[in-house]
Every structure is written in C-alpha cells, then in structure tokens.
C-alpha cells in the first residue's frame, strides 16, 4: 500500500511545507524572548501576558475551527488562518508597546488553531484506509518546523542583522504559501451525513471524545514539560554544562522526528491503536527512568543513560498526537472536523496550563519534584490512550 496516493501527494507535499513553517512559527516567539525582553525592557509579567494571549486564542480557535471546517469547506478554513497569521507576523515586535503585542499574538493564535485543524482535517480525508501513516509523517512536519524556528533564530542573532527579521521572514513564506494554496485546489469531501450517521450534537455522549480530549491535553503538557525543562533538570541535578544541557532539546526532538517519520516507513499496518499504547508506555517507562535517575549518584555512566532515556522519551511520545486524531478520525467519520477541534483545544489547554503548574511544583518542591509529575501525568497519558483505543474498538463493532 503507498504511503500517499499518487492523487494526494501534490496537495500532500504544499500542506507538508505549510505545517513546517507552522511549526516554526509556533516556535519562534518564545526562542526570541530573551532579547525581547532585554531589548524592549519587558518584565516576565509583560511576557507572560503576551505569550498567554497567544495560548488562549489558539485554543479557542481550535474548537471554533472545526464548526469553519464544516461550513466553510477545509481551503477557506486554511486560507484564514494564514492570512491572519500573515498579518501578525508582519508587525509583532515592531514596536515594544505591550497591549500592541498581545493582540498581534492573539491574531498569530487564532491562525495557528484554524490551521492545525484544517490540516489535521485534510490529511485525514487523504488517509483514505484510515492507517495513520500520512498523519504521523504530516506531524513529523511540525517537529521539523519546531527544531528548524530557534535555529533560524539563533542563527540570526549571532549575524547581528536583527532578530526581528525572523517574523518578517515567516510572514512573506506564509505569503507565498497563501498565493500557492489560492490556486491549489482542495477537493476533499467529508462523509455525507446519512441515516445513520450520528448527529453532532451527541458526540459529547461518546467517551471517546472525552477521552481525546484530555489525552491531549496531558500529552502536550508532558511533551512540552519534558522539552522545557529537561535542560535544566540535567543542569540542577546532574551538573552538566549548559552549553552541553540545550543539546538534550534537540535530542528530545530527535527522538520525536524520528518516530513520526520512523513509524509511517516501518509500520505498514494498521493497528494505530496498539501503535500508540506501545509508543505512549515507552514515553512513560523513560521519564519514569529519568526522574527515578535523579535520585541516584551523579556519575559520568548515569549522564549517559538519561541521554538515552530523552531521546526514548522523544520517541515515545512521536505519535501519540497523530494517532489520537486518527482514531478519532475513525470514530467519528461523520463528525471528523467537530471531533479533532474539541481534541486539539485540550492539546492548546495543556500548552497554557502546564507551564504555570509545572513552574510553580519545581519553585516550591524543586526540579526533582517538577519531573517526577511529569513521569505520573505520562502514565495518565497513557491510560487515556488505552481507554480511548478500547473506546474506538467499541465504536467500530457497532
């Protein structure tokens, strides 16, 4: 079976480049606040307000964005969100105004959310046999985009030409994306209602939306917990270097990168939900690992086994997002726009809580402390996807 139909894969290649540069651009703000704040004189109150705005918006704007999916059609869904995400990404940080900036970071959020959706969608719709094999490898996008921004970033700053081009920059890609994706036609139907379709309004009586929900809720917490934090957690605990310890970001994303695009050329079956119990078990059982190896001796030999144990927890945690909107996919084939909006609004939920929570647990109790919360919530992480996979079967034996 071909990974993508001949048919799809032009469409598949431009929305492939599109969710890349969403994942920089999802990015990028936080890889540039510490000149933000050093340049525009902001205080982490400011800052939080900012990037909080932007949290908030793509959340709302994930569960509104499947009711535009369905109304709208799936290209004027998408071609809103870039153009929005053109508009704020043409002028954040022109000027240090705050209250300027946290509108334009909404303005960036509610693009973001009508995009993620839209693609999630669409790739689902080309993922005819339902195998999730296109929505892991769509994801491995994201992770790209995600290593790809701070790099860019980091690469301009040491140029000394300006960190602000960064944004002016993504703002003209996604202008030739949007000029691109204008005249690119987007034809894919979504399952007519029929008879027996269920109506929408009771997808709230089914566990399993329920369950998609709060899984990715604690999955991003978890992603974004392990990424943010396991620098500083070999820097406190382990004493390593930090120059040394920002390499383990990137080994963690290694480790995602690899399974989403891993698992879509190796696995050619079609058990996603056994597929994301495993993945999602090796997640826990390595930051289980990592956190119980922070109350051992440091010792050169313990260093290198948490540096394994990241990169299993990138791996592990590859194609839990994926595979959770493809079972859903598969559960609601005739509500599919409505079903992964509510699932990606817990994903945007969990990137705006879980930073605070984890924040205060590591202040108050210390790093060890903070990951060790990290370890309980992927074993939650992983019996959601157990109920979820047990709720989908029970779906399809109907």
């Not at 994942?23 to 990028?28: A, E, K, L, P, V």
């Not at 329920?210 to 809720?217: D, V």
């Not at 079903?339 to 817990?346: L, P, Q, S, W, Y």
């Not at 919530?377 to 989908?392: D, H, K, N, R």
């Amino acid at each position: 079976m071909p990974l993508i139909e001949r048919h799809h894969r032009a469409l598949f290649v431009l929305l492939f480049a599109v969710f890349t540069i969403f994942g920089m651009s999802m990015t990028i703000i936080g890889a540039t606040l510490p000149v933000i704040l050093a340049d525009f004189k902001w205080n982490y109150l400011i800052a939080g307000f900012v990037l909080g705005a932007g949290a908030v918006a793509y959340f709302v704007a994930t569960f509104v964005g499947g009711y535009l999916v369905q109304h709208w059609g799936a290209k004027p869904t998408l071609l809103f969100g870039l153009v929005l995400d053109v508009i704020g990404l043409s002028f954040f940080a022109t000027t240090p105004d705050p209250l300027t900036n946290i509108l334009l970071s909404a303005l960036i959020g509610i693009g973001q959310g009508a995009i993620e959706i839209t693609i999630n969608w669409s790739t689902l719709r080309i993922d005819s046999k339902n195998s999730g094999r296109p929505m892991n490898l769509m994801h491995g996008a994201f992770a790209i985009g995600a290593i790809l921004g701070p790099m860019a970033v980091g690469a301009l700053i040491q140029s000394g030409l300006g960190w602000t081009i960064v944004f002016r920059g993504m703002a003209g890609i996604f202008v030739l994306l949007t000029v691109v994706m204008v005249f690119t036609p987007l034809a894919l139907a979504a399952h007519k209602m029929g008879d027996d379709a269920p109506a929408p309004e009771r997808l709230s009586k089914h566990p399993a939306y329920w369950l998609s929900f709060f899984a990715l809720l604690v999955y991003v917490g978890v992603e974004l917990g392990v990424s943010n934090w396991v620098a500083e957690y070999f820097v406190a605990v382990f004493a390593y270097s930090p120059a040394a310890s920002a390499l383990l970001v990137s080994l963690f994303w290694a480790g995602l990168l690899a399974g989403r695009f891993g698992v879509p050329l190796l696995y050619t079956g079609t058990r996603q939900d056994a597929v994301l119990i495993g993945f999602s078990a090796m997640a826990a059982v390595a930051i289980i690992l990592l956190t119980l190896l922070g109350y051992t001796a440091s010792q050169p030999l313990t260093i290198e086994i948490g540096r394994v144990l990241v990169f299993f927890a990138g791996l592990g945690c590859s194609i839990y997002y994926p595979a959770v909107i493809t079972l859903l996919g598969k559960c609601f084939p005739h509500a599919q726009s409505q079903a992964i909006g509510f699932a990606a609004t817990g994903g945007g939920i969990g990137a705006f809580v879980f930073p605070f929570l984890m924040s205060a647990l590591s202040q108050s109790w210390g790093i060890r402390a903070g990951f060790a919360t990290y370890a309980v919530f992927a074993v939650v992480m992983t019996l959601c996807a157990i109920g979820l996979a047990v709720s989908v079967a029970k779906a399809n034996r109907r």
